[in-house]
């Protein structure tokens, strides 16, 4: 199992009660997934260096965990088709 570093972003323009089911979504996920040792950081509302989808801030959430190698690419997949997500991040510790 590796340590990993997750880092992402919601669209500003979720709702708080939104806001918290996604995280709670990517958690569930990373933990089907094998991981474990989830530590969940909520960064809050920032401002964007530049605008991303014609946004100019955005909710970040950082992660910290441990998994399979493999388990990154199922759940780098799932926060791609994840409408509300606008960027994400995985670094490997």
Request: charged letters at 30%; aromatic letters at 10%.
């Given at each position: 199992?590796?340590?990993?570093?997750?880092?992402?972003?919601?669209?500003?323009?979720?709702?708080?009660?939104?806001?918290?089911?996604?995280?709670?979504?990517?958690?569930?996920?990373?933990?089907?997934?094998?991981?474990?040792?989830?530590?969940?950081?909520?960064?809050?509302?920032?401002?964007?260096?530049?605008p991303i989808n014609f946004k100019n801030e955005g909710y970040y959430v950082l992660?910290?965990?441990?998994?399979?190698?493999?388990?990154?690419?199922?759940?780098?997949?799932?926060?791609?088709?994840?409408?509300?997500?606008?960027?994400?991040?995985?670094?490997?510790?």
């Amino acid at each position: 199992m590796n340590k990993y570093e997750l880092l992402y972003i919601i669209s500003s323009s979720e709702t708080d009660e939104s806001k918290e089911a996604v995280v709670e979504k990517i958690k569930a996920l990373i933990e089907k997934n094998g991981g474990e040792n989830i530590a969940i950081d909520k960064w809050g509302m920032k401002k964007f260096a530049y605008p991303i989808n014609f946004k100019n801030e955005g909710y970040y959430v950082l992660v910290n965990f441990e998994a399979p190698a493999e388990a990154i690419k199922v759940i780098n997949n799932t926060m791609n088709i994840t409408e509300s997500i606008v960027r994400q991040m995985f670094i490997k510790k």
